[in-house]
DNA sequence: TAACAAGCTGTGCGGGTTAACAGTTTTTGT
DNA sequence: ACAAAAACTGTTAACCCGCACAGCTTGTTA
């Protein structure tokens, strides 16, 4: 009924003869090299204007024949399966590049400290990366780096969390307002709007929310719950990152002293903490929301201990960050500026599926 | 703190210098040519065993200097976005792969012809295709198809339905049985558990329902509402395609009968017939649940009138079918079997996400 | 020993990049 | 006005890597 096909494919030949003249002017052209007349490059211009020339990238990889290295700068974590999951992104990225000549360096710093960050920078410069993966921490001490990079001519993309004073190449992450707010929407939806008390299980860090991204979606969800359901009081439970040993109770005083909540929603990874509690103490009733596809997340949805998880893609993350660098840098393609995850609910009944997509 | 190279790239010449023949004989041994001695072929195998080679596919592919043709078979659809968002998949992975020279052909049967598929199926076969992507109807008609495909070697996958006896290559759809149970649950947290009545809205033609994907997901959410909720009564409204106009009256009739009814549900992609005419009459209180993210279904979510959409990725399932074939037929890389879409919800949060990641 | 085939090597090609080189035109300085 | 220098242009060749075919070298058979 109706076909298509890969347009006509216009070679540098064509060019050069469309023109009229030699296949070493076009290249000249192309590639902004010197000692060509204005009336050789105005002929040829025109002639790539109406043709719209794209060389085949393929073959241009091919005949560079050059390595290329990218670096990526990310915080530390130790046992945080969210940042496991870029990193097994971003060397997919690569290792499915495996025709080209690709190099991956990775660097940590300390989300707390602006010094490490700029060290671990420092460290990625020296290798002269040909484009990076930055987590940003603050505007300062980002944009001292990235101001250098651009200097340089080295793309860079923003994972995570994005500055667009800076402005990128591409941004890869999530809208957390946003989130937060459907992380209401959705919580609420179950609790019911008699709901009067529900939990918030918070990870701190150093007297801190453990994460940006934490802190974000728990505006997103405050100003929705202000919005509707003004009556619910949210009562904070935090727990500090190092001080494991001490949850159990914490949580159990917390539950004993408002034995009315039945309502927990964490934003961050770690619904776990509660939903393992709740397994183990054989307590029903209760219902959770938490954040991302971990290992231990899951195991509590598919024993019905969480509800409900929202997907953030890690891995997609990771593996697009990298693919953005190369078909920016590599394939000279035009790369798109925004790319928001998907805010995705996984449910028992869905979730097999979106660890199906992540290929 | 941990790096990774794109590992050391083995070329054919490397074979050749260390097994000490020429790249001829190494290439005759890779695509299993004949005229090798047995002794030059052991030397070969040898170092291939020892090094596990992988042509790089893009040096590859150009050298083969061939023009690929793919095949589309898909079922009719006038005004359907669905199929429509399938087919701007399967063209996008097209043009975007510029670099080879692709066709690709799509004819059109009617799923309650079975005349029709061999008909349009043989339009196709005429074409000489290199791969295919076929939408299954029943076992009978497709596996005739099919056999020939797999006589001439044709490499096909399979969109929307599968039909596991007959295997193809590559599965691209959602689970239907599952997605009616997700549905299921979603729709009935919504409704909450003392809701006595719900409405489910058919789309058919010609007495039967329009689809199977709308039958099997009917079944699971059955099954589930057996399961979980029994004492729900499911109250059905059949509307007939091409009978538009009495659409008006058939709802309204319905809901008049029914004034207890507030939750309705649909398996088909129109649940923005029931969004618009509660728009229209400025009705409040009820909840809609329906599939596929289309405009008129994204209009009536912006405006309140559909609570959730469950999407399934046409546009994804098109181009990574297309990109299915691609890489085995032109690359020569492995591929996945099974590609089950996510089951995703959609709200009035987060629906501008889901759109923003179909590239 | 001629005839023939099997076995193997060498080479050109696909499309683009780069460099060297020779030949042409234009600019510059006197 | 004229030589010298500089700028421009076209040609050729090598290269990236894998594919495919022409044709050369063996070995076998009549």
């Known amino acids: 009924m109706w076909e298509i096909h890969s347009s006509e494919k216009i070679r540098i030949k064509d060019i ?43 073959a241009s990889a091919l005949a560079y024949n050059r390595k290329y290295t990218f670096c990526c700068l990310l915080p530390a974590h130790d046992c945080n399966a969210y940042w496991t999951e870029v990193e097994k992104g971003l060397r997919q ?15 940590y710093y300390d ?21 990076m993966v930055v987590v940003p921490l603050n505007l ?20 995570d969390s994005n500055i667009p004073e800076i402005s990128p190449l591409s941004f890869f992450g999530q809208d957390s307002l946003k989130s937060g707010h459907f992380a209401g929407r959705i919580f609420m939806m179950q609790a019911g709007k008699d709901t009067r008390r529900i939990l918030l299980m918070k990870l701190m860090s150093k007297g801190r929310v453990a994460s940006s991204q934490q802190e974000n979606r728990e505006v997103g969800f405050k100003s929705y719950m202000a919005a509707r359901h003004p009556d619910c009081v949210i009562v904070e439970l935090p727990l500090q990152i190092g001080e494991e040993e001490h949850y159990d109770t ?24 509660l939903g393992e509690y709740i397994l183990q103490h054989g307590l029903k009733g209760y219902h959770l929301l938490g954040y991302d596809m971990i290992e231990r997340n899951a195991e509590c949805l598919k024993q019905g201990a969480i509800d409900f998880l929202i997907a953030q893609h890690p891995w997609k993350q990771g593996y697009n960050s990298v693919k953005a660098l190369f078909n920016h840098i590599v394939l000279h393609k035009t ?25």
């Not at 490490?116 to 990625?124: H, I, N, P």
């Not at 300062?140 to 994972?159: D, G, I, W």
């Open 140 to 159: 300062e001490v980002t944009q001292t780096f990235c101001t250098k990079l651009q200097k340089a001519a080295v793309p860079f993309v923003f994972l």
């Open 335 to 359: 790369v798109q500026q925004y790319h928001y995850m998907p805010l995705e609910l996984l449910t028992a009944e869905n979730y097999m599926y979106y660890i199906a997509d992540e290929k």
């Open 16 to 58: 050069a003869e469309r023109s009229g003249v030699s296949v070493g002017t076009v290249d000249r052209v192309l590639h902004n090299r010197p000692n060509v007349s204005k009336k050789a490059r105005a002929k040829v211009d025109a002639v790539l204007k109406e043709i719209n020339f794209q060389p085949n990238s393929y």
């Open 111 to 131: 989300q707390f400290d602006e010094l490490s960050f700029s060290e671990a920078a420092g460290k990625l410069w020296e290798k002269q990366p040909d484009g």
């Open 93 to 107: 990225c690569v290792l499915n590049r495996g025709d080209f000549h690709l190099s991956l360096f990775t660097e």
């Open 250 to 273: 914490q949580i159990g005083e917390m539950l004993a002293r408002y034995p009315d909540i039945r309502h927990c929603i964490t934003f961050s990874s770690r619904a776990h903490i």
